[in-house]
């Protein structure tokens, strides 16, 4: 059986784990005080271009979605969110435990959009109601699109003439910029976002992620909150270690365009063979339909994700490559592919 269900199966990629061994018996402080995390914080800030951010390291996805915005935001206020994203569908409502409403906006394409804001803006008018405050926004997507810099600029224009937060969710921003058609760089989104977070768990670390705090007035005390949230961790040099590792020689940008690369020739066969995906993705996650009896078969000897039934016949499925995916595993599955489709 070959998981093709995500990209977090495989431990961590071999650098990472050398350097890990590596540093074993080494004596350090905890709770992201270590030589580690100050390293790996400097050196974030070399790729960014960017000196006056905050970098904080915690150890999940999660963890960082609930951390920053619960501290970002005061009991009465909102966020806005696609119907996709990550924190409205996938976090077991961790937002809203926290006292905060999401405001959920359709999206077909996973994006949101500055009419999304603004339509929103228009609906809560008052004390009665939530007020909205923070933008939360994902890329990749949970369907795999990705921002371009046009738009990532004018979702920042629109919330900061409406006094909003713009917070990107960047668990899969490895497979983002290393798409072909990104035009975005790390250090655009710095100044363009007031924070977002760089995922080391679905790029080839065992697990972690980078927050960046670029507006000043978020950054006070935030360590509180860390901590006060489980999210500090008092073995940190473990999380310093690994993004020192992924952005000393750019293994971060290499991972990414691996896993894509590997999405690319998927994509390539999958639509030479006829089939349709229900969204246009660049990146590393890919929707293939298929007929339930294709699906049934391939299940046999692969792992992937149900995403959602098209119609009584037919549904689709998530494909997702990761920095340990193979070429002779992808071939494989498109020549299994073929044959169930004869």
Known sequence: MYSLKNDYSEGAHPKILEAIVKTNLEQSEGYGKDTYCE???????????????DIHFLCGGTQTNLTAISAFLRPYEAVISANTGHILVHETGAIESTGHKVISVDS?????KKEDILSVLKEHTDEH????????????????????????????????????????????????????????????????????YIGGTKNGALFGEALVICKDSLKEEFRFNIKQKGAMMAKSRLLGIQFLELFKDDLFFEIGKH????????????????????????????????????IEK?????????????????????????WATQKENVIKFIEDLEKYSI
Request: charged share 30%; with cysteine.
């Open 39 to 53: 390293k790996a914080s400097e050196l974030i800030k070399e790729k960014l271009k960017n000196d006056n951010v």
């Open 108 to 112: 077909t394409d996973g994006k949101l």
């Open 129 to 196: 109601m939530v007020k909205p405050k923070l933008v939360y926004i994902s890329n990749s997507t949970e369907i795999g699109t990705i921002y371009t810099k046009s738009e990532l600029e004018e979702l920042s224009y629109v919330c900061r003439k409406n006094n909003l937060l713009l917070y990107m969710d960047g668990a899969r921003l490895g497979s983002a910029l290393c798409v072909k058609e990104n035009d975005l760089t790390l250090s655009e989104i710095s100044y363009l976002t007031d924070a977002f």
């Open 259 to 294: 896993e894509n690369d590997m999405a690319d020739i998927l994509k390539k066969e999958i639509s030479e063979l006829g089939y349709k995906f229900l969204v246009d993705s660049p990146s590393n996650q890919l929707f293939p339909i298929f007929k339930n009896e294709i």
């Open 298 to 322: 391939l299940e046999e000897d692969y792992s992937f994700s149900l995403w959602s039934e098209i119609d009584e016949n037919s549904s689709c499925i998530r494909l997702v490559t990761s």
